[in-house]
């Protein structure tokens, strides 16, 4: 099994900068894909981001250009860096692994983009 804990969510204003890390434990070289998803008040989890172990990441197409999500060289912490946030990127933000064994989240962290 996979155990996932995030951190780094809070209050920022428009256009201010967070960023989430999730720590995985367990059996992280099991690990193919972490992944972080995000779920607004009233609407359904959506992708946010998507790394493999070979680097290569997905992202959301509303977040392009200002989300990166990255990695550590064990593999077994991912970083999701926000930059110039909106309003609407306002929600509880849920880290997600697919491993050999089955698919694993955290119970995610608050962020709330406001003036």
């Known amino acids: 099994q996979v155990q996932l804990v995030e951190s780094g969510g809070g209050l920022v204003q428009p256009g201010g900068s967070l960023r989430l890390s999730c720590q995985a434990s367990?059996?992280?070289?099991?690990?193919?894909?972490m992944a972080w998803y995000r779920q607004a008040p009233g609407k359904e989890r959506d992708l946010v981001a998507i790394?493999?172990?070979?680097?290569?990441?997905k992202y959301k197409d509303s977040v392009k250009g200002r989300f990166t999500v990255t990695t550590n060289d064990g593999k077994n912490i991912a970083y999701l860096q926000m930059n110039n946030l909106k309003p609407e990127d306002t929600a509880v933000y849920y880290c997600?692994?697919?491993?050999?064994?089955?698919?694993?989240w955290g119970r995610g962290t608050q962020v709330t983009v406001s003036s």
């Open positions: 997600s692994v697919r491993s050999t064994y089955g698919d694993y």
């Open positions: 367990g059996s992280t070289f099991a690990i193919d894909e």
């Open positions: 790394i493999s172990t070979d680097g290569t990441a």
